[in-house]
């Protein structure tokens, strides 16, 4: 969960970067609109789309392997699991606790104001008109529009800048600008932490101004709607969800009323998003690897003589040694307690081979499995050995797995039970490395 939230923020800053430095000075605000939507909805799909890289690509032959080596000295002192497995379980519930608080307050907010509108359009006058609703209300604020109703004090003067204000609220609900705030909202709710969301955010509603600007100005003098736009700076109610024709950032809004078309030719400008996304998907695509080029060689031989059958490499969520699938805490939190279990296990049952020990040989044996669908082992293959029976050793252990009394959990992606290849990487290693010899 944690990584796919951070995965999402790093897709939307190289985003809202390239907007920033790039895009954002450009007056095709219909674009910029377009593409702060779209990449919002990118970086939700690209860490998704990546694991799809991931698992199906065939040019990439890139394996699972545990992150932490299980090391097998010349004399076996078992490791102490407690205290590594619950400082995990105690930082991941902090983080979980503070995620929720942090989703619980913005959720709130959002209600608030949600209610907030609410409450002045059911006791103010309505008038029902074509395509929008306008709603008169006692208290004094500026106009504001949110979806299909336009908010109007009585106390306002209706002269002829009115006019040129409810053009500017009806170009916001012609266009659905609400449904935009409204989205972000939601997502800053998931994504309270991060800064990025509230740049798109201000990014947003700052081109629904210049948008509206632009239309409700053709009828008049930029001069004059400039100088509508400095005269009107009544206090407003702070909904965070809502259009007011008065805004904070006057003075851009009057900058990009001035500003210079821009030529057609900046079009091109946009495409630059392209590297950006397969960038983001090839990066995420090998974020769970970290076995080297040397072993995917001397790997290849073994893999093509596998059944023919799907076997995924890197999956949602990847298979599990048993002994914590009924403890609490998410799945990063049993993936971690079932690698100490493993851990366990091996130390308890592995035995140094006789001849290694006298002949001083120390190193890393790989051996390669496949956890099949109902948690056992199936296919166990040395894949990187040194001889002198360290290789047959570990895959003893491995084959040993089955004859434990509950299985693996076996691999999901996209929620179904996988077929899913794992490789067991085991350090052998002597007390005395000054005389062991590593082939």
Known sequence: MFTYLFQVSFCWLLFYA??????????????????????????????????WVSSYSTSTELYQVMSDLVTVSGQITL????????????????????????????????????????????????????????????DLYWPFSFFRAIFISKQLPEDDSLEIILKHEKLHIAQGHSIDILMVELLTIFFW?????????????????????????????KDDYAQLL???????????????????????RIKMLFQKKSKHTK???????????????????????SITNSVIQENQNVLDSFPAQTIYKIVDQMPRFPGCEDMDGDDDAKKSCADQKM?????????????????????????SFIIEKDGSISTPTIIRDKGHGLGQEALRIVKS???MPVRWTPGRQQ?????????????????????????
Not at 18 to 34: A, I, P, V
Not at 96 to 118: D, H, K, N, P, Q
Request: with cysteine; net charge positive; hydrophobic share 40%.
């Open 415 to 439: 929620g179904k039970i996988q077929r899913v290849q794992y490789n067991l990487p085991v350090r052998f290693k002597l007390s005395d490395e000054k005389h062991s010899t590593t082939i």
């Open 18 to 51: 390239l907007y920033l430095l790039w895009l954002q000075k450009e007056t095709f605000f219909g674009f910029n609109r377009f593409y702060l939507l779209s990449t919002l909805i990118l970086g939700l799909l690209i860490p998704w789309c990546a694991g």
């Open 267 to 289: 079009y091109f400008k946009y495409v630059t998003v392209v590297p950006i996304i397969l960038f983001s998907l090839f990066t995420f695509a090998d974020r769970d690897f």
């Open 79 to 138: 490791p102490t699991e407690s205290s590594t497995l619950w400082s995990s379980l105690a930082w991941s519930k902090i983080l979980w606790i503070l995620y929720l608080t942090g989703a619980m307050i913005f959720s709130w907010r959002l209600c608030v104001g949600l209610w907030r509108i609410y409450r002045i359009y059911s006791t103010a006058e309505r008038i029902k008109f074509e395509g929008y609703t306008l709603v008169r209300t006692d």
């Open 401 to 403: 797995f089955n004859d």
């Open 343 to 367: 851990l366990r296990y091996i130390y308890e049952h592995i035995k140094y081979p006789e001849e290694a020990r006298k002949k001083g040989i120390s190193g890393q044996v790989i051996v």
């Open 193 to 221: 932490f991060n800064p990025i969301i509230y740049l798109y955010k201000k990014s947003i509603r700052q081109v629904h101004e210049y948008l509206a600007d632009a239309y409700a100005s053709r009828t008049i003098r």
């Open 230 to 252: 400095i005269r009107h700076t009544l206090p407003n109610y702070d909904f965070g969800l809502v259009h007011s024709f008065y805004h904070s950032q006057t003075k851009k």
